[in-house]
């Protein structure tokens, strides 16, 4: 179809992400455009020509015709990089629900253009003797300051200019008079920030294991056929799967190619950038919010003109702007950190695979503990499966030991620590072998209660429990409201108003107090709260300055500690019963996760863990490090109730600060979905609008519409929160009612609504 208009954001490289424009299109560009290419249009009041990005088409004029400007022409070397990102913001804005601006502003790192950086310098232009003498006569003349300066030069032939400044306070117009004399030069050379502060490290060398080297040889193989594939690398927890990424990343690299290697967590940039440094030297560096805006203009920068070649970080990495990006890697995929919880809700999985598509490179996702979406699909042939089944140093998993918590406290045990995590906790201190206690909580306390007339104390603003934390305090986790802790019950005056001891805090003084001779530290949301919080952790540690780690989920994933010996799960099942269907294959990932660590290196390694089901299958297939065995009947449940990954589902969210509106909102959005479900079954029973007839019968595939009703957090910061959800094998048919709640909450006379879409989302609302 021709569009007579298209919408264009003006300069996008120079982070004006304001508003689109519209355009008049010309006869000869017809049928030639394309969302996300790049044309040249006259701007502003003088017409000068800039570069634009077509966002989008459309066939009425939103101004008077007349007025509107026509696009000039395609630039012969348009901006590819900046195009593919259009084109990426564009199906994120289409796929996920949002507005182009903020799939815009999602997909373009650093808006905010910062000044280059830059080393002054001043050289003396004349001899060391004459630069003495001339200190000499300046000093004579009572020139002090210039006397310091050729003295300094006397002494040295190239002083920076900072030091002159600075360290001997000498004033900008004497340096310049002294250059204008002929005495000095000051020159200076533009640099790049680079937030990587590591010394020279010694490279090592990459020696594969069949295995590994199997993976490495398949995936070149289909490079040099020119295919392009989304590959789940699953090894066991050690197998090495980051030295199959180094390889692969090396493959690239040789072919002037770039690659993305994202991660779960800010905490695990340490260790993993070290690794790749050691092969890739400052060609790799890392994006993540830890980094200024100055840091993270200048990577980009350094990224386009080609200068680096490996870019590791979070979810935010993916839109590094690459010119040649060949490979992107998804380390840990499981992790629920890649599914954005801001609009647009993208997943980095599922993002990175069209980024792929339009880039032409290739997707290794890599797991211990792989997503059941990601292990469905290779299971479906969608994915190219490759497993790692033994681990590098040649030893075998952790021996794993379920405690019964029940029996503890029926024996009389009243301690957090079961009697055969002291046992091991004592001997591996002895043997000055490391520990690494798990919790999956924050905070001294997770709630605080009234053991008479079962009060829990909320926060006045959000429908949520307070968490009693040290200093009197009860804070709110949703939005920060604080308060002082009650000594009697407010509503019964009872002063039986305690927090349930659950917390890092509480069992990092356990441990003190178990085993006063034991050094600990604790690594938890609250201990990381500074820029270089995690690398200081992390590093003590594995210097082994510090006996025991105790920490919540940031200390399990993915870290290498050769000489940890024993990990302690403390609270396995905290995670069972959460309002989610996920929370049976969140809690095996975290045991299975957490176990891992345990026994890395040449020593054998033990893992206890503590639980009231352990029975569970979650918990008895994570003690028998069997995720195939755990898929299976996961897998069974899911099909069996229609829930991802054997059907699509949609949460559709309303918030208002006046409930009634939300709920006026969220019953008609709920009834427009029913509408088009009836109507999808109706054209059912005639023939199938998707790929697959068949999956339109029976209960499984038809379109089902669950609510709507409070969300499960009613209110937070005094916003009503309402939601509904619905599910159908075909992914298509969410996105269209996505797109008829879209167009009839603009129709729907409700104004201070907002509505969200969440695609197959992480966790309940």
């Known amino acids: ?116 950086l830059e080393h002054r310098s001043v050289k003396r232009l004349v001899s060391a003797e004459d630069a003495a003498r001339y200190a000499g006569a300046f000093a004579g003349k009572h020139q002090v300051a210039r006397a310091r300066v050729m003295e300094a030069l006397s002494e040295e032939e190239v002083i920076p200019y900072e030091i002159l400044l600075h360290k ?38 990459l020696s594969l294991s069949d295995e590994q080297r199997a993976i490495v040889e398949g995936i070149r193989a289909d490079r040099e056929k020119g295919e392009r594939h989304t590959y789940l690398i699953y090894g066991i927890t050690g197998s090495g799967k980051t030295e199959v990424y180094i390889s692969l990343i090396r493959d690239v690299v040789a072919q002037g190619g770039q690659a993305i290697v994202l991660i779960p967590e800010i905490a695990l940039t340490y260790q993993t950038v070290m690794r790749f440094y050691r092969h890739f030297g400052d060609r790799v560096s890392v994006m993540n919010s830890t980094l200024s805006d100055g840091e993270k203009y200048d990577q980009c920068e350094r990224a386009k003109k080609g200068e680096i070649d490996v870019i590791i970080g979070p979810r935010s ?31 980095a999985r599922e993002t990175a695979e069209k980024l792929g598509e339009i880039t032409g490179a290739s997707l290794v996702l890599g797991s211990a503990t792989p997503s059941l979406e990601s292990y469905y699909r290779a299971q479906e042939g969608k994915y190219v499966l490759y497993t790692l089944n033994r681990r590098l140093t040649g030893g075998s998993l952790p021996q794993v030991h379920t405690v019964d918590l029940r029996t503890e406290l029926k024996e009389g045990n009243r301690t957090i620590f079961s009697r055969k995590l002291q046992e091991l906790m004592e001997d591996r201190l002895e043997k000055q072998e490391q520990v690494m206690l798990f919790l999956n909580r924050r905070g001294l306390a997770g709630f605080v209660s009234c053991r008479n007339c079962g009060l829990v104390v909320k926060c006045p603003h959000c429908d949520v429990a307070l968490t009693q934390h040290r200093g009197g305090r009860m804070v709110c986790h949703y939005c920060g409201y604080e308060m002082p802790e009650y000594k009697n019950c407010p509503q019964c005056g009872s002063p039986y108003i305690k927090g349930w001891k659950a917390g890092t805090q509480q069992i ?83 045991l299975t996760q957490a176990a891992g660590r345990a026994g890395r290196g040449t020593k054998p390694g033990d893992v206890v863990i503590q639980t009231y089901q352990p029975d569970h299958y979650s918990i008895t297939y994570a003690a028998k490090q069997d995720y195939v065995g755990f898929y299976e009947e996961e897998i069974s449940y899911r099909k069996l109730l229609s829930y991802p990954p054997a059907s699509h589902m949609l949460a559709v969210i309303v ?52 609510g709507p009703g409070k969300a499960s957090v009613s209110r937070i910061k005094d916003i009503y929160r309402y939601v509904f959800y619905v599910k159908h094998p075909a992914e298509d048919a969410l996105i269209r009612v996505k797109d008829l709640c879209e167009s009839a909450e603009k129709n729907i006379p409700v104004s201070r609504c907002q509505v969200y879409f969440d695609f197959d989302p992480m966790y309940g609302y």
């Open 1 to 116: 179809m021709q569009y007579p208009y298209a919408d264009i954001i003006i300069d996008i490289s120079h982070g004006a992400v304001d508003r689109p424009f519209q355009y008049k299109i010309p006869e000869d560009l017809q049928d030639k455009l394309f969302v996300g290419q790049a044309v040249q249009v006259p701007f502003g009041n003088g017409n000068k020509t800039r570069l634009g990005y077509i966002i989008g088409f459309s066939e009425t004029p939103q101004i008077e015709p007349s007025r509107i400007k026509e696009i000039l022409s395609v630039p012969e070397k348009e901006a590819a990089v900046e195009g593919h990102l259009i084109q990426l913001a564009y199906w994120m804005k289409e796929h996920y629900g949002s507005t182009m601006i903020n799939a815009m502003k999602t997909v373009i790192p650093a808006h905010k253009k910062s000044k280059q």
């Open 168 to 205: 001997l306070n000498i004033s900008a117009p004497t340096v310049k008079s002294l250059e204008q004399q002929g005495f000095i030069k000051l020159s200076s050379e533009k640099y790049y920030r680079n937030p990587l502060s590591f010394q020279d490290l010694e490279a090592k060398n």
């Open 317 to 347: 990495a993916l839109f590094t702007p690459f010119p040649n990006l060949q490979l992107i890697v998804i380390d840990e995929e499981h992790e629920n950190s890649y599914k954005s919880e801001n609009v647009p809700r993208y997943h």
């Open 508 to 590: 990092e003084d356990a441990v003190v107090k178990m085993f006063p001779k034991a050094r600990v530290l604790r690594m938890d949301a609250d201990t990381t709260t500074t820029k270089d919080s995690y690398e200081k952790i992390l590093t003590s540690f594995a210097n082994q300055e510090a006996d025991v780690l105790v920490g919540t989920q940031m200390i399990v994933k993915g870290h290498d500690f050769p000489n940890v010996t024993l990990v302690g799960i403390l609270a396995a099942d905290l995670s069972l019963f959460a309002n989610d269907y996920r929370c049976g294959e969140r809690t095996f990932q975290l």
């Open 655 to 706: 918030t208002s600060d006046r409930e009634e509106e939300a709920k006026t909102m969220v019953s008609s959005l709920a009834r427009i979905a029913k509408e088009e479900g009836a109507r999808l079954e109706e054209e059912g029973k005639k023939s199938s609008p998707f790929s697959s007839p068949e999956r339109m019968t029976g209960y499984r595939n038809r379109m089902i519409v669950i």
